[in-house]
């Protein structure tokens, strides 16, 4: 599918939405309105003590617990991987409380379908120093630390809020077990 044109129909903080005129494949246009949003980051982090950072988080009208990775979205749709990084290294701080020495990228993806376009940035963080949490107001966060057996235990009995964020889970750890940060 190639893209011939794209115009911003509408635009708020959080998303736009864009029409786009397209030439499929079989050579006939076609017009899809594509909701975009600003990157998301995520980051699994790991104590000098061998505890993987979590968060438990309340949600929603209900006002339900869930469970996460530390994480939020880009303030922009015009992004450096520099910016990403940055927004990271903010939302680890602001909703775990921890400063890492050491980061880095564990997975990039694109969700790039005919309705919605989005990156997903995920880090792995590790040499932390815990500078205690700088929540936004209204946010309602408590860091919750977990061993490996039970970090491995919430993937098995998945208990984390999205499926998405147990493959992260399961990638950071296998990450640093490669490391040697993991037995």
């Given at each position: 599918m190639q893209i011939k044109s794209r115009k911003v129909v509408y635009e708020c903080p959080i998303f736009k939405i864009e029409e786009r005129e397209?030439?499929?494949?079989?050579?006939?246009?076609?017009?899809?309105?594509?909701?975009?949003?600003?990157?998301?980051?995520?980051?699994?982090?790991?104590?000098?003590?061998?505890?993987?950072?979590?968060?438990?988080?309340?949600?929603?009208?209900?006002?339900?617990?869930?469970?996460?990775?530390?994480g939020g979205k880009v303030d922009t749709y015009d992004y450096t991987e520099e910016d990403v990084k940055e927004q990271a290294l903010t939302e680890l701080h602001e909703e775990a409380g921890y400063v890492p020495k050491n980061i880095q990228l564990l997975t990039k993806h694109s969700a790039p379908w005919n309705t919605i376009d989005r990156?997903?940035?995920?880090?792995?963080?590790?040499?932390?120093?815990?500078?205690?949490?700088?929540?936004?107001?209204?946010?309602?966060?408590?860091?919750?630390?977990?061993?490996?057996?039970?970090?491995?235990?919430?993937?098995?009995?998945?208990?984390?809020?999205?499926?998405?964020?147990?493959?992260?889970?399961?990638?950071?750890?296998?990450?640093?077990k490669e490391k040697g940060l993991l037995p």
């Open positions: 397209v030439l499929l494949p079989s050579n006939v246009a076609k017009t899809f309105w594509t909701m975009i949003r600003p990157p998301n980051v995520g980051v699994v982090a790991l104590t000098n003590d061998k505890k993987i950072v979590l968060i438990k988080e309340i949600l929603g009208e209900d006002s339900k617990e869930c469970l996460l990775i530390p990156d997903f940035f995920h880090y792995v963080a590790w040499d932390l120093e815990d500078v205690g949490q700088s929540l936004e107001d209204g946010e309602s966060i408590n860091r919750f630390l977990v061993t490996l057996e039970e970090a491995e235990e919430i993937i098995k009995q998945r208990k984390m809020t999205s499926p998405e964020e147990e493959r992260i889970l399961e990638k950071a750890i296998k990450f640093f």
